[in-house]
T-cell receptor, first 113, second 115 residues
Framework: EAQVTQNPRYLITVTGKKLTVTCSQN?????MSWYRQDPGLGLRQIYY???????DKGDVPEGYKVSRKEKRNFPLILESPSPNQTSLYFC????????????FGPGTRLLVL | AQKVTQAQTEISVVEKEDVTLDCVYE???????LFWYKQPPSGELVFLIR??????QNEISGRYSWNFQKSTSSFNFTITASQVVDSAVYFC????????????FGTGTRLTVIP
């Protein structure tokens, strides 16, 4: 089944404890991205990657890191999480750039205490 | 700069009523794409439709229809004969051609269909 998977789905952590949210897609998509969803703000892009080893900042990159060493994986790293990073995170992928439709993972709900 | 506005924060309708969700967008690009996504209570984001800026034909898919009007920068979504399963948050989004495929989302409209 073609899909985008994220792990973990739920995570409670404490301020400053490094964490990684994994994202994987099995559709051989070139483009992958991360969004966060907050009440009243919709979804905002954190980082995106147009291909392996090519990443760039979205609208709200502060406090996050990403890497794209393999085409299928695009992990999101919070080196020192803070409470304002409590949010619902979505990974998405699409065939390429040129405004292809993005397909989203199931979401990861993060609470930083 | 690009912007998507969904002025309706919450809408409630009684089952079988028709409902229209509004979406107004801003962009300087002449070529762009518009999307609608559905987020049911389970939380995932489900792609519904993509339209490009040079195709203003309205589209119908079952009980769903979309009205794209470049003259008013609007891309409205109508659900006919609403059902309880339509209860969800609906997001309108914009992506500009030639950019990095970034999606700019509106703040969403929460639709509640009352049985």
């Amino acid at each position: 089944e073609a899909q985008v998977t994220q792990n973990p789905r739920y995570l409670i952590t404490v301020t400053g404890k490094k964490l990684t949210v994994t994202c994987s897609q099995n559709m051989n998509h070139e483009y992958m991205s991360w969004y966060r969803q907050d009440p009243g703000l919709g979804l905002r892009q954190i980082y995106y990657s147009m291909n392996v080893e090519v990443t760039d900042k979205g609208d709200v990159p502060e406090g996050y890191k990403v890497s794209r060493k393999e085409k299928r994986n695009f992990p999101l790293i919070l080196e020192s999480p803070s409470p304002n990073q409590t949010s619902l995170y979505f990974c998405a992928s699409s065939i390429g750039t040129g405004t292809r439709t993005q397909y989203f993972g199931p979401g990861t709900r993060l609470l930083v205490l | 700069a690009q912007k998507v506005t969904q002025a309706q924060t919450e809408i409630s309708v009684v089952e079988k009523e028709d409902v229209t969700l509004d979406c107004v967008y801003e962009t300087r690009d002449t070529t762009y794409y518009l999307f609608w996504y559905k987020q049911p209570p389970s939380g995932e984001l489900v792609f519904l439709i993509r339209r490009n800026s040079f195709d203003e034909q309205n589209e119908i898919s079952g009980r769903y229809s979309w009205n794209f009007q470049k003259s008013t920068s609007s891309f409205n979504f109508t659900i006919t004969a609403s059902q309880v399963v339509d209860s969800a948050v609906y997001f309108c989004a914009l992506s500009e051609w030639g950019g990095a495929n970034n999606l700019f989302f509106g703040t969403g409209t929460r639709l509640t269909v009352i049985p």
